[in-house]
């Protein structure tokens, strides 16, 4: 045992390779000191996230995108992806999970630490997949990639016949090797045009992330992005999760990064920014449409209303097309305080909360409790103490002029919500 660990370990601290690999077509088991080393995050298999119920059983990347999140949680230098247990155990850990609900619960398949296209990773992919379909659910789920999707691949996906499955593609327009090193090839273009072509019941995607003042941002830049997008379901585009981590990895590396010591928790998409991308794509003249929001995409591509219940935020839907703000309206309904205590207690969760016109106020739940809430309700569910700030969607406040008064309504929300919330008991 020792000796696998300390092999696969120095593997794993191999310096990054110019360009990047591909990894491994057989995925070596993480032996158990490498999992006791890594970040309690990072360990998790099945986790919540805005997007859904997120199964991650496999951690490595050899792609070396300069700006991953793996950065947060001191795994980047994983570059081999590994298992860290069998698929068939995690797809039982996945359906067995108290949050999830068939047919309801939207569901992302190894998006945390790998991609899932990879070649070592591609059949566990499936097998997941063909497992979950087998079984007749309906759910969402977002696979997204910037790896090889070939016309088997698709082949293979086509084949499903209950998962609304959606491939997101991340495709940013960076140019820069040192940010993105697969942008010296075609890949992630190749496997765009290749969905596009054959999609019929899947959903394809084109995540336009990250937009990044002075890396992808120019005139040109954008028009070659939507152009890219001009055969697929929807564009999704959203900003760069600036952090220390990997703002100190990017500028080591010589890459210029905005924002300073800025950092925030959320991505970063300023005003302007916000606007600049939206008038490339009224520019472009193409007929996709184009979301702020992931959820919103995802569900135009399979025809279904907002899993997130953002029609609760009517300033992100002025982009939107008519159709799927009609059908997000026609499903959207304010939850009552019966709605709120049955799925409180349905899952065994304890939060002070506050019902208002297109959210509902709790506190202390966590990420992970909230998010499986929302998507019961299909209801904008917010915490206290991170609130959302109109016209940032969501976002960080950089580059976004709060209103004079919110900080004023934020604290006097504070007092209201302790003196009105409902507090539920077993």
């Known amino acids: ?9 120095a593997l794993a601290k191999l310096p990054s390779p110019v360009g990047f690999t591909e990894g491994p077509r ?19 298999i099945v986790g919540y996230r805005k997007s859904g119920l997120s199964l991650n059983h496999i951690i490595g990347c050899p792609l070396d995108c300069g700006y991953c999140v793996r950065h947060f949680w001191g795994s980047f230098d994983i570059k081999t992806p590994h298992l860290l247990c069998p698929t068939s155990q995690a797809t039982d850990m996945l359906v067995n999970h108290h949050a999830f609900q068939p047919n309801v619960t939207p569901i992302q398949l190894l998006n945390k630490a790998t991609d899932p296209f990879l070649p070592g990773v591609r059949p566990h992919l499936f097998q997941v997949l063909h497992t979950l379909d087998q079984r007749g659910y309906t759910n969402h789920v977002l696979v997204i990639t910037r790896f090889k999707v070939t016309e088997a691949g698709m082949a293979d996906l ?8 959606t491939l997101l593609f991340t495709y940013s327009g960076i140019t820069d090797a040192r940010v993105e090193p697969i942008a010296k090839s075609r890949i992630t273009l190749t496997s765009i045009q290749t969905a596009a072509e054959r999609k019929q019941r899947t959903g394809v995607v084109l995540y336009w992330r990250p937009i990044v003042p002075g890396w992808n941002d120019h005139p040109d830049t954008m028009a070659h992005v ?11 585009f959203t900003g760069y999760y600036h952090k220390p981590e990997n703002a100190a990895y990017l500028r080591g590396a010589g890459v210029p990064v905005p924002y300073g010591d800025d950092y925030h928790r959320r991505k970063v998409m300023p005003a302007e920014l916000d606007a600049a991308v939206i008038a490339a794509w009224r520019a472009s003249g193409i007929a996709t449409p184009l979301f702020r929001k992931t959820s919103c995409g995802v569900a135009y591509a399979h025809a279904a209303p907002d899993y997130n219940g953002h029609w609760g935020v009517r300033e992100i839907c002025d982009i939107c097309p008519a159709a799927q703000r009609q059908r997000c309206e026609a499903d959207y309904r304010e939850p009552t305080s019966a709605d709120m205590d049955q799925v409180i207690a349905r899952f065994g969760y ?5 019902i208002e016109n297109g959210h509902v106020w709790t506190h202390g739940l966590g990420e992970q409790r909230r998010y499986a809430i929302q998507h019961t309700l299909r209801h904008q569910i917010w915490e206290l103490d991170q609130p959302h700030y109109l016209h940032a969607h969501g976002r960080s406040r950089h580059g976004h002029s709060p209103d004079p008064g919110e900080t004023a309504r934020f604290a006097a929300l504070r007092e209201e919500f302790t003196a009105d919330a409902r507090y539920t008991d077993d």
């Open 158 to 165: 086509e084949s499903l016949r209950h998962l609304r499955v």
């Open 26 to 44: 057989v995925l070596p088991l993480m032996p158990a000191e490498m999992q006791a080393a890594l970040d309690p995050y990072m360990a998790m």
């Open 350 to 354: 304890h939060t002070a909360y506050l």
């Open 1 to 9: 045992m020792n000796e696998q660990y300390d092999g696969a370990r």
């Open 226 to 236: 939507l152009d890219a997008g001009r055969d697929v379901d929807a564009i999704v």
